[in-house]
């Protein structure tokens, strides 16, 4: 079975960090570009970043650039997202999501409809 698990959520400070991490299985991770997306309350999912099948290429959502670094272990069929700099605006569910194509394949990663295989999420939450 494909499983991406997602993890490394928590609480956000600002100005603080977190890492993320997708555990990938059931599928041949070295062919799969893996996409990051996150979902807050009331507002529609939004693709944050992606990198390559090979990690040679990474892409990045404008508001998280300079911020967010995704990279890949090939050997550990894991990805990562090293989220700096946080703000109240980074909070919600996180999702990984693999894709057999390239993320800037037609209209790019960012609508998600390129997906192949969809994890759970990791929640990412705001102090109140």
């Known amino acids: 079975d494909v499983q991406l698990q997602a993890s490394g959520g928590g609480l956000v400070q600002a100005g603080g960090s977190l890492r993320l991490s997708c555990a990938a299985s059931?599928?041949?991770?070295?062919?799969?570009?893996i996409a990051w997306f996150r979902q807050a309350p009331g507002k529609e999912r939004e693709g944050v970043s992606c990198?390559?099948?090979?990690?040679?290429?990474?892409y990045y959502t404008r508001s998280v650039k300079g911020r967010f670094t995704i990279s890949r272990d090939n050997a550990k069929n894991t990805v990562n997202l090293q989220m700096n700099n946080l703000t109240p605006e980074d909070a919600a569910v996180y999702y990984c999501?693999?894709?057999?194509?390239?993320?800037?394949?037609?209209?790019?990663?960012?609508?998600?409809?390129?997906?192949?295989?969809w994890g759970r999420g990791t929640q990412v939450t705001s102090p109140a």
């Open positions: 999501a693999a894709t057999g194509r390239p993320c800037d394949y037609g209209s790019g990663y960012e609508r998600g409809d390129v997906m192949d295989y």
């Open positions: 990198i390559s099948a090979t990690g040679g290429s990474q």
């Open positions: 059931g599928f041949t991770f070295l062919d799969y570009a």
